[in-house]
């Protein structure tokens, strides 16, 4: 059997739709078009290595993330990406069918979405994402070829 085309994308930055939104229209049909592209692979993974979802900016209430870590909660973070997803349905949409036709779809936390490691804001995205193949949705620091 032949390894899958391995895809790495990164630093999207998606936002809520904004003042802070950096993805504009037309990066966000380059993407759709690129995922509809390779879900015609036979075999495909996508690495998501980091800074997929802008959680920082994304201020649903003013000082919501005012501390010293810039950090926030798991609710907090749940709700921005409920935000994100309302602000890109159709990048999600496509993400969507490229696991239903059988790759896998990985996410690396970067400085700005470190709230992918949150287990609901995991959950949330791999139940989105994934429907019945949840566990071609992943989460993670690192990524291992199969054989390397």
């Not at 078009?33 to 980091?50: C, D, E, K, W």
């Not at 490229?98 to 700005?112: D, E, I, M, P, T």
């Amino acid at each position: 059997m032949n390894a899958p085309e391995l895809y790495i994308i990164s630093d999207l930055h998606l936002c809520d739709g904004g003042p802070l939104e950096d993805f504009r229209p037309e990066d966000e049909r380059a993407l759709v078009a690129f995922l509809f592209r390779i879900s015609r692979q036979p075999a495909a993974t996508l690495i998501v290595n980091g800074d997929f979802i802008d959680f920082v900016q994304i201020q649903p209430r003013p000082q919501m993330w005012y501390n010293a870590t810039l950090g926030s909660t798991e609710d907090e973070s749940l709700e921005k990406l409920e935000l994100a997803i309302q602000a890109h349905a159709p990048i999600f949409d496509a993400l969507r069918r490229f696991v239903a036709h059988g790759h896998s779809l990985r996410f690396h936390a970067g400085n700005h979405d470190i709230d992918l490691l949150w287990p609901r804001v995991q959950t949330r995205l791999r139940h989105l994402i994934g429907g019945r193949e949840t566990a071609a949705v992943s989460f993670g620091t690192e990524y291992r070829h199969a054989g390397l």
